[in-house]
């Protein structure tokens, strides 16, 4: 059985292919919005990627609580009619990495096939002016949120 620093490296061209769409996705519709919806990201066999977006629209609005499950729940069911290898999800989130200050990030929660399952986080500030700033992208271990194989 791989280690999860063996299977990290395995799969790390997934995680490019699932997690580099949704961030520059996500970036865009903070230097243009200001905020986003969870949004989603699937690879399947053939290495195409997909995205996956879910709407509550409640009186012409969804939140981010309302979505995310709707997302997971559209997420699963991909998997279980193509042959899905990994999937992502985007969402708004504040962290408060190693004792550090708080803050926002844009977090991808990456799921693969194989068992992996990590969340990367890409820290953000507001500037005053200049639009939004990111720091360097770092990855955490994490809970499977999706299911998709199971």
């Known amino acids: 059985m791989a280690t999860t620093d063996e299977l990290y490296s395995e799969v790390t061209p997934d995680i490019e292919a ?3 769409p949704l961030f ?3 970036k865009l519709c903070l230097r243009k919005r200001g905020n986003f919806l969870p949004n989603g990201a699937v690879l399947d066999a053939e290495r195409n990627v997909g995205f996956v977006a879910a ?3 409640i009186n012409g609005y969804s939140t981010s609580t309302e979505v995310l499950p709707l997302l997971h729940d559209g997420i699963r ?3 279980k009619e193509k042959e899905v290898i990994a999937i992502g999800i985007a969402e708004n989130v504040t962290i408060t990495p190693n004792g550090q200050p ?3 990030a844009i977090k991808v929660l990456f799921e ?3 068992g992996l399952v990590v969340a990367l986080y890409l820290p953000f500030k507001k500037q005053f ?3 939004y700033s990111f720091g360097e992208i ?3 271990i994490a809970e499977s949120e999706v299911n998709a194989w199971l």
Do not use: L, N, Y
Request: hydrophobic share 35%; proline share 0%; aromatic share 8%.
């Open 18 to 20: 699932v997690a580099g």
């Open 24 to 26: 520059e996705f996500s």
């Open 55 to 57: 709407s509550a629209d």
């Open 77 to 79: 069911s991909q998997a």
């Open 102 to 104: 708080s803050t926002e």
């Open 112 to 114: 693969h096939k194989q």
């Open 129 to 131: 002016i200049s639009g």
């Open 138 to 140: 770092f990855t955490v």
